[in-house]
């Protein structure tokens, strides 16, 4: 069964900075490509993030580009955002997720629906 716990979200101002973490198991890093959706109310859930399982090539929605970055830590079985320069428009709850690979890493932040999910954890940016 694949567990996916985020934690780190919390209020910040603009131009502040958060690291989101998600603890997971081994088998599942080894086995899932790994990333990072965003919500607000009223809107879809977006892929911000993702991470492939094995090379570890990623991708980057155009709104977090050079702003954000994902990365992995094997050794903690754990997957972070770091989140730079943050905007209002950042607020959202993020939510992990997980996806058996089949196609681009691309595809699976911005077309396939991911095969599981966090809890999610609420990133607040305001003044």
């Known amino acids: 069964q694949v567990q996916l716990v985020e934690s780190g979200g919390d209020s910040v101002q603009p131009g502040g900075s958060l690291r989101l973490s998600c603890a997971t198991s081994?088998?599942?890093?080894?086995?899932?490509?790994i990333g990072w959706f965003r919500q607000v109310p009223g809107k879809r859930r977006e892929g911000v993030s993702c991470?492939?399982?094995?090379?570890?090539?990623?991708y980057y929605d155009d709104s977090v580009m050079g702003r954000f970055a994902i990365s992995r830590d094997d050794a903690k079985n754990t997957v972070y955002l770091q989140m730079n320069s943050l905007k209002p428009e950042d607020t959202a709850v993020y939510y992990c997720v997980a996806t058996a690979p089949f196609s681009t890493i691309k595809s699976m932040c911005t077309i396939y629906p991911p095969d599981y999910w966090g809890q999610g954890t609420q990133v607040t940016v305001s003044s």
């Open positions: 991470i492939h399982h094995a090379d570890g090539t990623t």
């Open positions: 081994q088998d599942t890093l080894e086995r899932y490509d």
